[in-house]
Structure formats: C-alpha cells, structure tokens
C-alpha cells in the first residue's frame, strides 16, 4: 500500500459564510475550465465551466473567475452549506479538437456548523 | 439515464492476476476516459477514446495496461500481471465529445492488489 499521502489543502468555513477555493492552472492554451465536486466515495460531479472568452459565469450559489493573466481560476460558494463539504478539483481543457481535460490536485472544503 | 455505470464497485485480487475494469458510458456521448484515483498522484487521465477510437494512451502507465472500446456503448480496462502498486480507484467519464459540457463520472471501481 502507500506510506505517504498527498496532503490536500483545506479550507475550514463556519456554515453561512461565503467560500472561495483557488486553483492555478498550467497551460495558457487551455481554453475551457470546469470545476468538479467530489464527495467520499463518489466520482467528480460537475459544478460550473467558463470558457476562456469569459471572466467570471454564475450559477446557483456558484460564481467561477478566470484570470488569464495570471493562469488563476477560483470557485466562489456562496452561504455555504454542510452538504458542500467535499473535495474540490479544477480542471482544464487542452485545446486541439477533442476534450481532455487534466485534473488539478484538488482543494477539501470542510463546513462547520 | 442511468449514467456512467462501471462494475465492479470493488475488486479484490491478488498480484499477478488479470483485473478487468468496466465501463458504460452514456447514451449518446462519444467520447470516454479512464482516469486513476491516488493519494499519491490525484486524478490522472490514462486513456481517452473518440468514437470507440484511442485518441491518446499517453497517460497509460505501462504495457500491463490495457483498454478496449469494442463498440459505443462499453469499454474495459484491463491489468495484466496487476501489482500492489496499481491499487488506487479507476473511473470512467464519459462527455458528448463536442467542446462543450463536463465529463460524467462513473462511481469508480475501486481496485485493490494484495
């Protein structure tokens, strides 16, 4: 088995307040971006995209920014909630025809009441 | 629809047997990708196929893997001898293949080799 795990960063939020989750992404040609929601033993969920053309796209208590500049994507939660605890992760999309999107390391929301 | 179905939920088995993974992706969507679930590593593509076609196995960790998309609507992934190391949780995810929309995931089959 594995001796050493990868320790995910952790952002601890008191039930109600807003959350934001930061990702930094690796390629400047990558043109389409989702963030994905994982809960313990479950596959990733698809939460919200943005496409490279937008800065920011909103959801139902979900807003995503996109900063090109600086290759820096972030998930805003607002009034978050119990049931958002989960593990976050960004991902983008390789441009060139076909989707492949490569995964970051993900990000743990813990929610406290 | 029912979604990505993958079976087994879990298997268990020991080193050097043959591990077949399973995926049916959804109806209608013609792309699909295995991906690898680690501590170690995080969510690591290994394979992804456009219209029962491997487009890219670069993500494939060596010879003793092995995928297959015999048709539109299922996919295995197979290990052969597995090992130890290839214990981790494998899913599937399926998307419409345009360049628009997420993956769906499947649940994962969680794979371990003792």
């Known amino acids: 088995g594995e001796s050493v795990g990868l320790h995910l960063p952790t952002l601890s939020v008191q039930e109600g307040d807003n959350s934001i989750i930061n990702c930094a992404y690796s390629?400047?040609?990558?043109?389409?971006f989702i963030w994905y929601k994982q809960e313990s033993g479950k596959g990733p969920q698809f939460i919200i995209d943005?496409?490279?053309?937008?800065d920011k796209r909103q959801g139902q208590r979900v807003t995503v920014l996109l900063n090109k500049t600086v290759k820096h994507l972030s998930l805003q939660i607002a009034a978050t909630q119990p049931g958002d605890s989960a593990v976050y992760f960004c991902a983008e999309n390789f441009a060139g025809g076909y989707n492949k999107l490569i995964f970051g390391a993900g990000t743990r929301l813990a929610v406290h009441p | 629809d029912a979604g990505v179905i993958q079976s087994p939920r879990h298997e268990v088995t020991e080193m050097g047997q043959e591990v077949t993974l399973r995926c049916k992706p959804i109806s209608g969507h013609n792309s699909l990708f295995w991906y690898r679930q680690t501590m170690m590593r995080g969510l690591e593509l290994l394979i992804y196929?456009?219209?029962?076609?491997?487009?890219?196995d670069s993500g494939m960790p060596e010879d003793r893997f092995s995928a297959k998309m015999p048709n539109a609507s299922f996919s295995t992934l197979k290990i052969q001898p597995s090992e130890p190391r290839d214990s981790a949780v494998y899913f599937c995810a399926s998307s419409p293949g345009t360049d628009s929309g997420g993956y769906t995931f499947g649940s994962g089959t969680r794979l371990t080799v003792v």
């Open positions: 390629n400047s040609a990558s043109d389409y």
């Open positions: 943005i496409r490279s053309n937008m």
């Open positions: 196929f456009n219209n029962n076609v491997p487009i890219d």
